[in-house]
């Protein structure tokens, strides 16, 4: 009902920056949170940051100081700018929305982030 589609990845340098994209289409309800999870192979999926409707946000503690989530209501997109990335960053980065209550939430098909030593 709602997709979800990531752009902004690649490979970069440890200490580099990248801006992710996640554009979201379709049956979009409001309000809502949209953010970013991330998984490596072998490991759970595990939230990077969120934001909601109304700009709140929230990060992971790994993170913190380094990444900042922003959206853009009314083109129903959410960014995550990283910086001063760590090899640590390395990861399969999905693009989620979700909702306190009502239908259940999407994924992106996710976009890979490498950051080499």
């Known amino acids: 009902q709602v997709q979800l589609v990531e752009s902004g990845g690649g490979l970069v340098q440890a200490g580099g920056s990248l801006r992710l994209s996640c554009t979201a289409s379709?049956?979009?309800?409001?309000?809502?949170?949209m953010g970013w999870h991330r998984q490596v192979p072998g490991k759970q999926r595990e939230l990077v940051a969120d934001?909601?409707?109304?700009?709140?946000?929230s990060y992971a503690t790994s993170v913190k100081g380094r990444f900042t989530i922003s959206r853009d209501n009314a083109k129903n997109t959410v960014y995550l700018q990283m910086n001063s990335l760590k090899p640590e960053d390395t990861a399969v980065y999905y693009c989620?929305?979700?909702?306190?209550?009502?239908?259940?939430?999407?994924w992106g098909q996710g976009t890979q982030v490498t950051v080499s030593s």
């Open positions: 379709g049956s979009i309800l409001w309000p809502n949170v």
């Open positions: 934001i909601t409707s109304s700009g709140t946000t």
């Open positions: 989620n929305i979700h909702y306190m209550s009502g239908p259940i939430g999407s």
